[in-house]
């Protein structure tokens, strides 16, 4: 493959990321509209007025406002750094043959997307594509250290949140049953589910999320440790299936209004990157109906726009 040319440029100064971030939170604080999670009892136990923001730029420089240092379980904003340690393992292109990277157009947990595919290949974003990834990798330890890597710090359990989800996953439990009779994975489809479940049940903060989302803006290599944790390729495909399908069925409207790779968990994380500068991460666990953190998506959308993070977004050179 040719060298290609890549996203650069630098965020602005740190005065003025905190001056935006800092306007963010006040602006969206007090906005109590959505709901918590309930898919797992104990994610609705969380603290409705958290809200937390970080900008780790390519340099490793991070900037915070709110409650950036609360911790919150990761959920699905795991699905894409799971997909690149897949695609580390396997290449990207074997992880695109056997789990698919096209948008489903449907809900998160839906099972009629595994149904309408002749060979239960959705995507790496969706729950059933989101398990099929995790039966690629060697087990809990390897998916744990590769998660860490990215941190830059190792990441522990929240155990009462996977105690909660272990007890009340039946529907991915269902999902990988279905994967294994089509075919389209070849482990155990309990074990699948046990490891998808435990990742998603890391516990970090908004710091910790902006840090891995900049190692993906860095190429794969994490700027605050200096370890390449992913080679570029991989960095590129990562945030290719997150512009696909990261937000969901929404993610068309996602990408019209903030211009960047994003993905959310229902337990009120946020990410978002932008190639070459940095990532923005936002905790909030009141969500919409699509289950996106509300505080979280309207600031991403305000601060795309402040600090010239939407990949999208042009002026004329010749006016």
């Known amino acids: 493959m040719t060298d290609r040319l890549v996203s650069s440029g630098?965020?602005?100064?740190?005065v003025v990321v905190q001056e935006a971030l800092d306007e963010a939170h006040a602006s969206y604080v007090g906005d109590r509209t959505g709901e918590l999670s309930t898919v797992y009892p104990a994610l609705a136990d969380a603290d409705p007025t958290a809200f937390g923001l970080c900008v780790v730029g390519v340099s490793g420089e991070r900037v915070s406002s709110g409650a950036a240092d609360r911790a919150f379980t990761i959920m699905s904003v795991a699905k894409p750094f799971v997909f690149a340690l897949a695609c580390e393992v396997h290449g990207v292109e074997e992880v695109r043959r056997r789990?698919?990277?096209?948008?489903?157009?449907?809900?998160f947990n839906s099972a009629s997307a595994v149904e309408r595919s002749p060979d239960g290949r959705t995507n790496p974003m969706v729950n059933s594509g989101a398990i099929a990834t995790t039966s690629l990798l060697e087990g809990w330890a390897q998916v744990q250290q590769g998660l860490s890597a990215f941190a830059g710090r190792p990441l522990e359990l929240d155990e009462p949140t996977l105690d909660s989800a272990l007890a009340t996953n039946h529907r991915n439990?269902?999902?990988?049953?279905m994967l294994a009779?089509?075919?389209?994975?070849e482990a155990d489809p309990a074990e699948a589910v046990e490891v998808y479940t435990r990742q998603s049940c890391l516990a970090l903060?908004?710091?910790d999320l902006a840090v891995m989302g900049a190692t993906l803006a860095d190429g794969g290599t994490n700027p605050v440790t200096g370890e390449r944790v992913v080679d570029p390729e991989t960095a590129h495909a990562t945030l290719a299936v997150m512009t696909i399908a990261g937000m969901y069925e929404t993610s068309g409207d996602w990408l019209l209004d903030v211009g960047m790779p994003g993905k959310s968990g229902i337990a009120g994380g946020l990410l978002t990157v932008s190639p070459g500068k940095g990532a923005l991460a936002t905790y909030s666990p009141l969500l919409d109906a699509h289950g996106n953190s509300v505080?979280?998506?309207?600031?991403a959308a305000f601060l795309a726009r402040r600090l010239g993070l939407d990949?999208?977004?042009?002026?004329a050179v010749h006016p």
């Open 10 to 14: 630098d965020l602005p100064r740190r």
């Open 99 to 107: 789990i698919g990277v096209n948008a489903t157009g449907l809900a």
């Open 173 to 177: 439990r269902g999902l990988a049953n």
């Open 181 to 185: 009779a089509a075919g389209a994975i």
């Open 205 to 207: 903060t908004a710091e």
């Open 295 to 299: 505080r979280g998506s309207a600031a």
């Open 311 to 315: 990949v999208l977004a042009s002026q």
